[in-house]
C-alpha cells in the first residue's frame, strides 16, 4: 500500500464528471488499498477516487464503523434533511455547514464487482453524499447553505 497525493482545490480534475469503473481487478484493489490509507493517514471520513487523480467512479468511506467501498454508488433513496459542518481534504482548513439528506440508500459494488445495498444516516449518509457528489465534480462548497 502506498500513501497518494491528495488532489487540491483549484485542479481541474475535482471539476470533472468521473467515468464508471468496469473492470474489478488487482489494479482496482490497490488504488482502493492506497486510498484507504491515504484518507486514514489524513485522518479523514472518506475519500474519492478523483481527489487521487483518478476519474472513476469509486470511493472510500470510513466515520468509524469500519471500510465501505463503493464502486459505481448510486444513491437511489433519500429522506429527511440534516444540516451541519462539512469540510473536505481537497479544500484543507475550511468547515461549512451544509444541508444534505438524514438518510440514504446507495446501491454499488464491492472490489469484487458484486452488488451491494447500504443504507446509512446521520454523519454517514452525509458522507455518502459528498464522497458520491465528487464523482459528478460536485464540492461541497457547491452546496454551502445561502446565509
Ligand atoms: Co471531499
Same mark, same amino acid.
Given at each position: ?41 489524513? #485522518?479523514?471520513?472518506?475519500?474519492? @477516487? ?11 468511506? %470510513?466515520?468509524? =464503523? $469500519? ?46 464487482? #458484486?452488488?451491494?445495498?447500504?443504507? @446509512? ?11 458520491? %457528489?465528487?464523482? =459528478? $465534480? ?10
Amino acid at each position: 500500500m502506498a500513501i497518494r497525493n491528495i488532489v487540491k482545490i483549484g485542479d481541474d480534475v475535482l471539476r470533472k464528471v468521473c467515468r464508471t469503473q468496469l473492470t474489478f481487478d488487482d489494479k482496482l484493489a490497490t488504488i482502493l488499498d492506497d486510498m484507504a490509507e491515504t484518507m486514514y493517514k489524513a #485522518e479523514g471520513v472518506g475519500l474519492a @477516487a478523483p481527489q487521487v487523480g483518478v476519474l472513476r467512479r469509486f470511493c472510500v468511506v %470510513d466515520v468509524g =464503523d $469500519g471500510l465501505i467501498e463503493l464502486i459505481n454508488p448510486v444513491i437511489v433513496e433519500k429522506s429527511g434533511s440534516q444540516t451541519g459542518s462539512e469540510g473536505c481534504l481537497s479544500i484543507p482548513e475550511r468547515f461549512e455547514d451544509v444541508t444534505r439528506p438524514m438518510s440514504v440508500t446507495v446501491r454499488a459494488q464491492n472490489r469484487k464487482g #458484486e452488488n451491494i445495498v447500504i443504507s @446509512a444516516e446521520g454523519f454517514k449518509a452525509r458522507a455518502f453524499c459528498h464522497e458520491i %457528489d465528487h464523482l =459528478d $465534480g460536485v464540492l461541497y462548497i457547491d452546496r454551502v447553505d445561502k446565509k
